[in-house]
C-alpha cells in the first residue's frame, strides 16, 4: 500500500511521488555535470531536494561517474568548532562514499589526514588524494550546506574552491551544494561569496496544477477513492502546490481521519478544510518551523508591513530574498504570503499569545438557534479594544501591525466554535480582508456556509477619518461582491494622536456607492 509522503525522501515504492527526476531541468544538471561545473540547488524545506539527489544520484552512477550523497546537517552542532566540524563533514563523506560505491579510501584516510593537515586544508587533500584514487570522476552531492555556520562554512566553500582548478584528476569533477538558501547568502564576515566558483543556481520549484492532480490521481487509481472537483480545486488553492502542505492535507484526510480510511467515499472539500484546520492546530512540524521564523528581524521586516497593509518598505532587497527562499512569500511579485495557508498560520501565530489568555470555551456569540450574531461578536471587540489596547499594545511581537493582530486574535474564536476565517493581506492594500463562513443553522441543515465580510482599516497620522471610512466601505462592498457575502462590516481602527475615545468609538451604517449597507465600527 502507497500513501503520501511527508516525512523525509519519497520511496515510489511506498509513497504516492512526482518521479524526482521531473522536478527540475534533467538535461541541464546533467550538461553541467558534463561540464565540469559547480553549482547550486536550492529550495524551501520539505520541498523534494533530498529527493532529487538521491535520484540524481543513482542517475550518475548509472552513467559511469562516482557520485556520493552526504549531508552535513550533523555538523550543525559544532557551530564554530573547526575540527569538529571537519571531522563530521569527513566522517559522514567517507560513510557515505562506502556505501553508496564500496569505496572505502576515505573512510581508512580522512581521519589521518585531518591530524596531519588541520581542519582548514584537510578537506581538499582529502578529496584531492580520493580523486587521484578513484577509477571514476568524482561528482559530490553535498546537502544541507547552509546548516554549517560561521568559519565551517567559509573553510569548506574555500577548500572546496581551492581544489577547483585540478578537477577532474585531482578532484571532483562536479560539486552540488543544497541548502535552503541561494549561494550569494553565504557571505561570511566578507563582501562577496566565498564560492564564486559556481556556474549556476537552480531553483526547485513547487509543484505545478498539474503534478498536484496527478498526485491525487495516483490515489484514486490505487484505492478506488475519489476526490471530488470542489475537494481537488481546494487543495489546489489552499496549497498553491507547496509539496508537503499537498501532501500533508491528502493523507490527513485519507489516513489520519477513520471516516475517509472507508474508500468508497469520496473526499469532500469539507473535508479539506477539516484538515487545513487539523493541521494548523497541531502546529504539525513544517508549519511551526516556519512560524519559528517569524521571529527573526529579517523576517519581520518583510512581513509586517503586509500585515499592516502599508506602502512603506523598510526590508532590503536581500531580505525578501531571504523570506522567499524560506518559502514564506511568494516567487513572483507583488510581495505576498506564498499560499493560503501560510496567510493563516502568521496571524495565528502572532496573536497566540491573546488567544492563550481569552476565554474560548464559551460561545455567547451565537444566537438560539446556532447562529452567527456578529454584531455582538463585534460590539464586544469595541469595548475590549477600548478597555485592553494599550496592554496589548506592547504585547505583540510585530508592534506596527498589532492592530489588526489584535482583531484577528479576538475574532479567532470564530474557529474554536466551528467556524472558519479566510484571511487577505498584502503590502501596499491599506487594508486586512476577513472572510467569516458559518455553518447554517438548523432547522435547514443545508450545510451551506453563511458569509460575512469584516474588513479592517487603520487610520494614521496624516489621514482623515470620513475619507478612510469612505474608502473603505466602497472596499468592503467589492470584497462582498466578490465573496457573496450577506452582509459586510467595517472596523476603523484611529491610532492619530491626540484623539479621545468618545472620538474614537462609534457605530454607523453607511451605504457604498452602489447602494451595499456596511456597517461601520470606529475605536
Same mark, same amino acid.
Given at each position: 500500500?502507497? $500513501?503520501?509522503?511527508?516525512?523525509?525522501?519519497?520511496?515510489?515504492?511506498?509513497?504516492?511521488?512526482?518521479?524526482?527526476?521531473?522536478?527540475?531541468?534533467?538535461?541541464?544538471?546533467?550538461?553541467?555535470?558534463?561540464?565540469?561545473?559547480?553549482?547550486?540547488?536550492?529550495?524551501?524545506?520539505?520541498?523534494?531536494?533530498?529527493?532529487?539527489?538521491?535520484?540524481?544520484?543513482?542517475?550518475?552512477?548509472?552513467?559511469?561517474?562516482?557520485?556520493?550523497?552526504?549531508?552535513?546537517?550533523?555538523?550543525?552542532?559544532?557551530?564554530?568548532?573547526?575540527?569538529?566540524?571537519?571531522?563530521?563533514?569527513?566522517?559522514?563523506?567517507?560513510?557515505?562514499?562506502?556505501?553508496?560505491?564500496?569505496?572505502?579510501?576515505?573512510?581508512?584516510?580522512?581521519?589521518?589526514?585531518?591530524?596531519?593537515?588541520?581542519?582548514?586544508?584537510?578537506?581538499?587533500?582529502?578529496?584531492?588524494?580520493? @580523486?587521484?584514487?578513484?577509477?571514476?570522476?568524482?561528482?559530490?552531492?553535498?546537502?544541507?550546506?547552509?546548516?554549517?555556520?560561521?568559519?565551517?562554512?567559509?573553510?569548506?566553500?574555500?577548500?572546496?574552491?581551492?581544489?577547483?582548478?585540478?578537477?577532474?584528476?585531482?578532484?571532483?569533477?562536479?560539486?552540488?551544494?543544497?541548502?535552503?538558501?541561494?549561494?550569494?547568502?553565504?557571505?561570511?564576515? @566578507?563582501? @562577496?561569496?566565498?564560492?564564486?566558483?559556481?556556474?549556476?543556481?537552480?531553483?526547485?520549484?513547487?509543484?505545478?496544477?498539474?503534478?498536484?492532480?496527478?498526485?491525487?490521481?495516483?490515489?484514486?487509481?490505487?484505492?478506488?477513492?475519489?476526490?471530488?472537483?470542489?475537494?481537488?480545486?481546494?487543495?489546489?488553492?489552499?496549497?498553491?502546490?507547496?509539496?508537503?502542505?499537498?501532501?500533508?492535507?491528502?493523507?490527513?484526510?485519507?489516513?489520519?481521519?477513520?471516516?475517509?480510511?472507508?474508500?468508497?467515499?469520496?473526499?469532500?472539500?469539507?473535508?479539506?478544510?477539516?484538515?487545513?484546520?487539523?493541521?494548523?492546530?497541531?502546529?504539525?512540524?513544517?508549519?511551526?518551523?516556519?512560524?519559528?521564523?517569524?521571529?527573526?528581524?529579517?523576517?519581520?521586516?518583510?512581513?509586517?508591513?503586509?500585515?499592516?497593509?502599508?506602502?512603506?518598505?523598510?526590508?532590503?532587497?536581500?531580505?525578501?530574498?531571504?523570506?522567499?527562499?524560506?518559502?514564506?512569500?511568494?516567487?513572483?511579485?507583488?510581495?505576498?504570503?506564498?499560499?493560503?495557508?501560510?496567510?493563516?498560520?502568521?496571524?495565528?501565530?502572532?496573536?497566540?499569545?491573546?488567544?492563550?489568555?481569552?476565554?474560548?470555551?464559551?460561545?455567547?456569540?451565537?444566537?438560539?438557534?446556532?447562529?452567527?450574531?456578529?454584531?455582538?461578536?463585534?460590539?464586544?471587540?469595541?469595548?475590549? $479594544?477600548?478597555?485592553?489596547?494599550?496592554?496589548?499594545?506592547?504585547?505583540?511581537?510585530?508592534?506596527?501591525?498589532?492592530?489588526?493582530?489584535?482583531?484577528?486574535?479576538?475574532?479567532?474564536?470564530?474557529?474554536?466554535?466551528?467556524?472558519?476565517?479566510?484571511?487577505?493581506?498584502?503590502?501596499?492594500?491599506?487594508?486586512?480582508?476577513?472572510?467569516?463562513?458559518?455553518?447554517? @443553522?438548523?432547522?435547514?441543515?443545508?450545510?451551506?456556509?453563511?458569509?460575512?465580510?469584516?474588513?479592517?482599516?487603520?487610520?494614521?497620522?496624516?489621514?482623515?477619518?470620513?475619507?478612510?471610512?469612505?474608502?473603505?466601505?466602497?472596499?468592503?462592498?467589492?470584497?462582498?461582491?466578490?465573496?457573496?457575502?450577506?452582509?459586510?462590516?467595517?472596523?476603523?481602527?484611529?491610532?492619530?494622536?491626540?484623539?479621545?475615545?468618545?472620538?474614537?468609538?462609534?457605530?454607523?451604517?453607511?451605504?457604498?456607492?452602489?447602494?451595499?449597507?456596511?456597517?461601520?465600527?470606529?475605536?
Amino acid at each position: 500500500m502507497r $500513501f503520501f509522503n511527508t516525512a523525509g525522501p519519497v520511496k515510489p515504492a511506498d509513497h504516492y511521488c512526482i518521479p524526482p527526476l521531473e522536478r527540475f531541468d534533467l538535461d541541464e544538471v546533467l550538461a553541467l555535470v558534463l561540464m565540469k561545473k559547480y553549482f547550486v540547488l536550492h529550495a524551501p524545506r520539505q520541498t523534494g531536494k533530498t529527493s532529487a539527489l538521491l535520484a540524481l544520484c543513482d542517475l550518475l552512477n548509472a552513467q559511469g561517474y562516482g557520485c556520493v550523497y552526504t549531508t552535513v546537517e550533523e555538523a550543525r552542532t559544532a557551530r564554530d568548532d573547526m575540527v569538529e566540524a571537519m571531522r563530521v563533514v569527513l566522517s559522514a563523506l567517507g560513510s557515505d562514499a562506502r556505501s553508496a560505491l564500496g569505496d572505502d579510501f576515505l573512510a581508512r584516510h580522512w581521519s589521518g589526514i585531518l591530524a596531519e593537515f588541520g581542519p582548514s586544508r584537510a578537506l581538499r587533500e582529502a578529496l584531492k588524494r580520493w @580523486s587521484e584514487a578513484s577509477p571514476k570522476p568524482l561528482v559530490l552531492l553535498i546537502d544541507e550546506i547552509d546548516t554549517l555556520q560561521g568559519d565551517p562554512l567559509l573553510s569548506v566553500l574555500q577548500q572546496l574552491r581551492g581544489g577547483y582548478p585540478m578537477r577532474p584528476e585531482a578532484f571532483p569533477q562536479c560539486v552540488v551544494l543544497c541548502g535552503l538558501r541561494d549561494v550569494r547568502d553565504y557571505r561570511i564576515r @566578507s563582501t @562577496s561569496s566565498p564560492f564564486n566558483i559556481v556556474a549556476k543556481s537552480l531553483r526547485l520549484g513547487d509543484f505545478t496544477q498539474e503534478e498536484t492532480l496527478t498526485l491525487l490521481d495516483q490515489h484514486t487509481r490505487e484505492t478506488g477513492q475519489a476526490f471530488t472537483d470542489d475537494a481537488r480545486e481546494a487543495i489546489w488553492t489552499q496549497t498553491l502546490g507547496q509539496p508537503w502542505l499537498v501532501n500533508a492535507l491528502a493523507y490527513e484526510t485519507c489516513f489520519e481521519r477513520k471516516a475517509k480510511r472507508d474508500r468508497t467515499r469520496a473526499v469532500s472539500a469539507d473535508d479539506i478544510a477539516e484538515a487545513r484546520e487539523a493541521l494548523i492546530v497541531r502546529r504539525v512540524t513544517h508549519l511551526d518551523q516556519l512560524a519559528d521564523k517569524l521571529r527573526e528581524d529579517r523576517v519581520r521586516r518583510v512581513v509586517e508591513p503586509m500585515l499592516s497593509g502599508v506602502d512603506e518598505r523598510r526590508a532590503t532587497n536581500r531580505d525578501v530574498e531571504y523570506v522567499r527562499d524560506l518559502g514564506l512569500i511568494a516567487r513572483d511579485k507583488p510581495v505576498r504570503i506564498a499560499n493560503p495557508i501560510y496567510a493563516e498560520v502568521v496571524p495565528r501565530e502572532l496573536g497566540w499569545i491573546l488567544q492563550e489568555e481569552l476565554d474560548l470555551s464559551t460561545k455567547w456569540y451565537v444566537d438560539a438557534d446556532g447562529s452567527l450574531n456578529l454584531d455582538k461578536l463585534l460590539g464586544a471587540f469595541q469595548d475590549f $479594544f477600548r478597555r485592553h489596547s494599550e496592554h496589548w499594545k506592547n504585547r505583540f511581537m510585530y508592534e506596527e501591525a498589532w492592530p489588526q493582530i489584535l482583531l484577528q486574535a479576538y475574532l479567532h474564536r470564530v474557529v474554536n466554535g466551528g467556524g472558519r476565517i479566510e484571511r487577505e493581506y498584502g503590502l501596499g492594500r491599506g487594508r486586512v480582508d476577513l472572510l467569516i463562513m458559518w455553518p447554517q @443553522s438548523p432547522p435547514s441543515g443545508s450545510g451551506r456556509m453563511r458569509e460575512y465580510v469584516v474588513e479592517c482599516k487603520v487610520v494614521r497620522a496624516g489621514d482623515g477619518l470620513e475619507s478612510t471610512v469612505g474608502e473603505g466601505v466602497e472596499q468592503t462592498a467589492g470584497y462582498m461582491a466578490r465573496c457573496a457575502a450577506e452582509a459586510g462590516h467595517l472596523v476603523v481602527i484611529d491610532q492619530r494622536a491626540g484623539r479621545g475615545w468618545e472620538e474614537k468609538v462609534f457605530r454607523r451604517q453607511e451605504r457604498s456607492k452602489g447602494g451595499v449597507p456596511v456597517e461601520v465600527w470606529g475605536m
